[in-house]
């Protein structure tokens, strides 16, 4: 609830019980200087009555919906209130009573219609302004959505370039691997030339001694 709107309200109700008690001392009056000090009283009071209901309904324009209408049904009574003041007022201020008579029906007629009318109004905008509210919330639903593919397409681009980071150090590792393996062909191979060429040169060597020895042999023999 709005402390505006409360403290307008307030206002109102206690000027319309102001309004509602001179109205009924003053029909009681004979017309006369005391009547037309009393009639000015009450049609000053009306005024400030309309301004009221002005910034009332206003006030409960500017709220939340659910707030609004509870408001301006309140309102609608307010403004209720005020015709039938209106109309006693003009009962008192009218010298005809059957021309007030029928003034208070048309007038009557007119604030029902004018009622039923502002009725149907404020039920059409608060239609409108479920209308805008859904559709903002389907807006804002399509948004996200929208957001959402984005992401998942994002998403499903960086696997596929982990993907492929992935393929791509697998084939090097797969390369890396041949490497190895034909380097170690090649260590096993050099291993069993030099092994062989450590027999041939060992091979060379013995003989060489032997050779060595069979001469000085033969020389000694000979001397």
């Known amino acids: 609830m709005s402390d505006v709107f409360e403290g307008y309200e307030r206002q109102y109700c206690e000027l319309s019980a102001n309004l509602s008690r001179k109205c009924n001392s003053t029909s009681l009056l004979s017309d006369g200087e005391e009547k037309k000090v009393k009639i000015s009283e009450i049609k000053s009071g009306l005024d400030d009555c309309d301004v009221l209901i002005r910034k009332m309904d206003l006030e409960a324009r500017s709220l939340q919906p659910n707030v609004k209408a509870m408001l301006l049904a309140k309102l609608r009574e307010y403004k209720s209130d005020l015709n039938k003041l209106k109309r006693e007022f003009k009962r008192i201020t009218s010298g005809n009573a059957d021309q007030a008579a029928r003034e208070d029906?048309?007038?009557?007629?007119?604030?029902?219609?004018?009622?039923?009318?502002?009725?149907?109004?404020?039920?059409?905008?608060?239609?409108v302004e479920r209308l805008n509210q859904s559709g903002d919330r389907i807006k804002e639903s399509r948004r996200t959505m929208l957001?959402?593919?984005?992401?998942?397409?994002?998403?499903?681009?960086?696997?596929?370039?982990?993907?492929?980071?992935?393929?791509?150090?697998?084939?090097?590792?797969?390369?890396?691997?041949?490497?190895?393996?034909?380097?170690?062909?090649?260590?096993?191979?050099?291993?069993?030339?030099?092994?062989?060429?450590?027999?041939?040169?060992?091979?060379?060597?013995?003989?060489?001694?032997?050779?060595?020895?069979?001469?000085?042999?033969?020389?000694?023999?000979?001397?």
């Open 105 to 127: 029906l048309l007038e009557a007629g007119m604030a029902d219609a004018n009622a039923v009318s502002a009725d149907q109004r404020e039920r059409l905008s608060m239609s």
């Open 147 to 223: 957001e959402t593919e984005e992401l998942g397409v994002s998403i499903l681009e960086d696997l596929h370039q982990q993907r492929q980071t992935l393929l791509h150090a697998h084939n090097k590792l797969h390369g890396v691997d041949d490497a190895i393996d034909k380097s170690k062909k090649v260590l096993s191979s050099m291993s069993r030339r030099i092994t062989r060429n450590k027999w041939i040169v060992g091979s060379v060597i013995a003989a060489l001694v032997l050779a060595i020895i069979f001469i000085i042999s033969f020389k000694v023999s000979h001397h």
